[in-house]
């Protein structure tokens, strides 16, 4: 099939790509075709977001975005900011807190339900939209350039051979490809590698995010309250931050971010989430309610020195397939969005000029001269300061944002990849978690029940290793097996080791397609590509 734009990924950075590009083709009176495909069941299937949103970027995109329904019900209504110990509280005034984390003006949301409206509005401007289809394959042409992606088949046996029902996948070409898939997309770290696109780029750094979605009593719920905290219950040297925030009909999103460079094997972020919530300020909020949905997700957190090239014959990234994510703000959306719209600018310049596959340089362009790259600049410092530890880290970027408004004469550098600082198991701690009391805090599959998460077991795994071997020899033996701490969904198992006879069983059937695995496994063996389309996690309004 042929279009003049294929678009992977129908989160806010594809969905803003295809409707800018609509939007521009309409008033310039022209037609484009735009092809956009989405591994999930449906159009918001698979995102998950904290989430409070900046409307600036959707404000651009339709300026009407309230009178035209844009589901951003929850103006913030209060900012709370605490560093937590165990049993206490302190809350930070807000005049010491960074103008990075204010919230005034914006809007917790479920970034789920406005991708729906999104797609909705994109549908209009007549862009084809095809969920439960995942981008399998890029695609080249003669020159090296490239010309779209494949489809992945459907109805494959485990074994890879053609079952009864068995489809092939199918070849979408296309003049330009935008490569939108969220945090360690499949396809973009392929086209990275392949164009060498991080060269100059610093090791990209990422967060592993887990959330919660809860009903609470109507006296405990505060529309447009936002909470967020450091400290407990992570170590001072580690990374780590939790947040609740109240949206619309009693319900209140809960969750906690682990920075993925921790260096102790034993940690496990869906513990220490559990464990957040049994803190006493976030506790009192939750009791007498009912948790109503579960996710996790990866999130890039490099910053600006970690992005890599954006462009290539054929193509672009955007949104967090690229790293389009401030971390200070804990804000990526507003980020997607206008990645999105820039690229869809530039693209449609092109086209109009009757270019096809060749690399879209004004959109770069367009990056460095947008509040986007200014916004992204002042923030560039947050995590290397945080990789410091909390405290440290807290001090200096507080410096950074207070004294020098993001202006530092300096950039400090991610200098090692998350998967190089894990340190051997015998030279850690272990944790002690504890058990989950089934009211607070719980186990994961039924985590993982509540994610909807569904896979087709007879197919071939989408959780490859790259050498079988390698999860005893190395990462049992050195490591103690960190897989199965590190996904939050219960996939990676160690079983026999009471025969002496350890092996590792993978349960890809509860992945919820976090690319956790893909990320922090210490040897880089695990290989996560895409399963059967419409598979995975199908949540309902995160």
Request: hydrophobic share 35%; with cysteine.
């Amino acid at each position: 099939m042929e279009f003049d734009v294929v678009i992977v990924g129908g989160g806010p950075a594809g969905l803003a790509s295809a409707i800018r590009l609509k939007q521009l083709a309409a008033e310039n009176e022209t037609e484009i075709s735009v092809c956009l495909i989405e591994k999930g069941a449906e159009i918001g299937a698979h995102i998950l977001s904290g989430a409070v949103m900046d409307p600036r970027a959707i404000a651009e995109l339709f300026p009407n975005w309230q009178e035209e329904g844009a589901p951003l019900n929850a103006p913030v209504s209060e900012d709370r900011v605490y560093v937590f110990s165990e049993n206490g509280a302190s809350r930070i005034p807000n005049v010491l807190i960074p103008a990075c984390l204010h919230n005034e003006g914006n809007y917790v949301i479920s970034l789920g339900n406005v991708c729906r409206w999104l797609g909705s509005r994109a549908e209009e401007l007549g862009v084809e939209i095809y969920p439960g289809f995942a981008g399998a394959e890029v695609l080249f042409d003669e020159q090296g350039a490239v010309k779209g992606v494949a489809t992945g088949d459907m109805g494959r046996l485990h074994d890879g051979s053609a079952g009864p029902g068995f489809q092939p996948g199918i070849e979408l070409h296309g003049k330009y490809t935008f490569f939108a898939e969220g945090c360690r997309g499949h396809l973009g770290k392929q086209v990275i590698e392949k164009f060498a696109l991080n060269a100059n780029a610093d090791f990209q750094t990422y967060g592993i995010g887990l959330k919660e979605l809860w009903e609470i009593p109507p006296e405990k719920h505060q529309l447009g309250l936002v909470v967020h905290s450091g400290g407990w219950p992570m170590q001072p040297d580690t990374y780590g931050g939790g947040f609740l925030y109240h949206l619309e009909n009693n319900q209140v999103a809960v969750g906690f971010v682990v920075g993925l460079g921790y260096s102790n094997p034993h940690l496990s972020p869906y513990e220490e989430f559990q464990r957040y919530k049994t803190h006493p300020e976030i506790r009192k909020f939750l009791e007498g309610g009912k948790r109503i949905a579960y996710g996790a997700r990866a999130l890039t957190a490099g910053g600006l020195q970690s992005l890599p090239k954006l462009t290539f014959p054929g193509g672009v990234l955007v949104g967090d397939d690229a790293g389009f994510l401030n971390a200070a703000r804990i804000k990526g959306s507003h980020c997607a969005i206008k990645s999105g719209a820039l690229a869809a600018e530039a693209c449609f310049g092109a086209l109009k000029q009757e270019r096809q596959r060749d690399e879209l340089s004004e959109y770069p362009e367009a990056f460095k001269n947008s509040w986007l790259y200014d916004e992204l600049y002042q923030a560039r410092n947050f995590k290397p300061w945080m990789a410091k530890g909390f405290k440290l880290g807290s001090l200096m970027f507080g410096i950074d944002q207070l004294l020098l408004r993001g202006r530092a004469p300096w950039t400090l550098k991610h200098g090692i990849p998350d998967h190089a600082k894990l340190k051997p198991a015998s030279e850690c701690p272990k944790i002690d978690y504890p058990k989950p009391d089934g009211v607070l805090t719980f186990d994961r599959l039924s985590s993982v029940f509540l994610s909807s998460t569904n896979h087709e077991e007879d197919q071939p795994c989408h959780l490859q290793l790259k050498d079988a071997g390698v999860p005893i020899s190395v990462n049992l033996a050195k490591y103690d097996a960190p897989e199965q701490r590190f996904c939050p969904a219960g996939v990676y198992e160690i079983l026999g080791q009471d025969e002496g006879r350890p092996r590792l069983q993978i349960n890809a059937q509860n992945c919820v397609h976090c690319k956790t695995c893909d990320i922090k496994d210490p040897t880089q063996n695990i290989n996560w590509v895409v399963p059967q389309g419409g598979e995975g996690p199908t949540y309902p309004n995160m």
